[in-house]
């Protein structure tokens, strides 16, 4: 795999392209499970093996469906519902809190060769939003549904919904009331039907804040027809207020797909909305730049300058690349005719 790996103002600016040439083998994927201040020493061994693992069993997943000659919209969903039903990541089940001490969570995918696309925001009891995000785009006239009228269709289509608390994770609570205390707001009653308190090591929300509300989830897919689909799924920011919706469900912005390219973000979506981050990458990619040019352009130069922080994970013409100006992202890629790529931290592959 080749790499990049430079300092920039604001941090680290990490990419890597995949191990192979693809074009003429067929399929790939890559994901991301959030980025954030993440280094080595700040995880215990058992932590980091838990992500490696979960990162590990969802290229595998991916990577086995599209060489048994699954479509990838099947694939990107198939992966991301794994990755919302894992509570280490802010996406359906372990999603960060809202101020008023709620699960709200954002999702949308879209599809390269026609550009179709679907999106929800702040759907509060919709097991896995990336469903209802995919079935938005196949199933409405409509591309982004939000709040309870997303909830009414997903009811509709005999969606699988959850009471909010299903969502709840203690070390999320803890890091949103840790937040709440922050800004001086009241601390939100426990959610009905959250389980007993347990006790949270500070260490451990210390590395939640600096991993940034962290564990987002992104895949992107090529099947062996070539179609590029890209899917991203979030909670969004932890202790967001006022009906807060970041870039994750904004297509252009956290998820992009072309016929040539797929983009899926994660970070500050105040960023990402502006600058339009995934839609640039592709769309400077297709204009001729290599994907570590536009890499380099748009994540090491634009993001970092405009004071932003985050990552993406791509799929162009040549396979998987990514980068991210934190210290780190939890990310994975697969292409035929090699092993998984599983990494943490700026300095690996
Ligand atoms: N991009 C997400 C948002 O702003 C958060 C993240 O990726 O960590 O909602």
Redesign the pocket.
């Known amino acids: 795999m080749r790499r990049l790996l430079m300092s920039v103002c604001a941090g680290v600016l990490a990419s890597g392209a995949a191990m192979a040439q693809d074009e003429t083998e067929g399929w790939a994927i890559v994901l991301h499970g959030?980025?954030?201040v993440i280094e080595r020493g700040d995880m215990d061994a058992d932590t980091e093996a838990a992500y490696r693992e979960a990162l590990d069993v969802a290229i595998r997943m991916g990577g086995e469906l599209l060489d048994d000659g699954v479509a990838a919209i099947d694939a990107v969903e198939a992966v991301i519902r794994y990755l919302e039903d894992d509570p280490k990541f802010?996406a359906g089940r372990g999603a960060v809190f809202t101020s008023g001490g709620r699960n709200e969570l954002?999702s949308s995918i879209m599809r390269g060769s026609d550009m179709q696309a679907g999106a929800v925001a702040g759907v509060t009891t919709v097991r896995h939003p990336i469903s209802l995000a995919r079935a938005v785009m196949e199933r409405s006239p409509h591309v982004m549904l939000q709040s309870e009228g997303a909830e009414e269709f997903a009811a509709s289509l005999e969606l699988e919904l959850v009471d909010n608390s299903y969502f709840f994770t203690e070390r999320r609570w803890a890091s949103m009331v840790r937040k709440v205390r922050e800004l001086g707001l009241p601390i939100p009653p426990r959610p009905e039907g959250a389980p007993e308190p347990e006790p949270i090591r500070e260490g451990a929300l210390d590395l939640m804040e600096r991993e940034?509300?962290?564990?987002?989830v992104g895949v992107v897919a090529r099947d062996r027809s070539g179609e590029i689909v890209a899917g991203?799924s979030?909670?969004?920011?932890t202790a967001?207020r006022w009906g807060?919706?970041?870039?994750?469900p904004i297509i252009g912005a956290?998820t992009y797909a072309t016929s040539e390219c797929g983009v899926s973000?994660?970070?500050?979506?105040?960023y990402?909305i502006r600058l339009n981050v995934a839609a640039r990458i592709c769309t400077y990619i297709e204009a001729g730049q290599t994907p570590d040019d536009a890499l380099e352009a748009v994540i090491s130069r634009d993001l970092t300058a405009m004071g932003g922080d985050?990552g993406v994970v791509i799929l162009a013409a040549d396979g998987p690349h990514w980068a991210f100006n934190t210290a780190g992202m939890y990310r994975a890629s697969w292409t035929p005719g090699g092993e998984p790529v599983v990494s943490i931290y700026g300095d690996e592959d």
């Open positions: 959030g980025a954030g802010n954002d940034h509300a962290f564990g987002t991203t979030t909670g969004g920011t967001k807060r919706v970041g870039d994750s956290g973000a994660t970070g500050t979506g105040e990402f985050g």
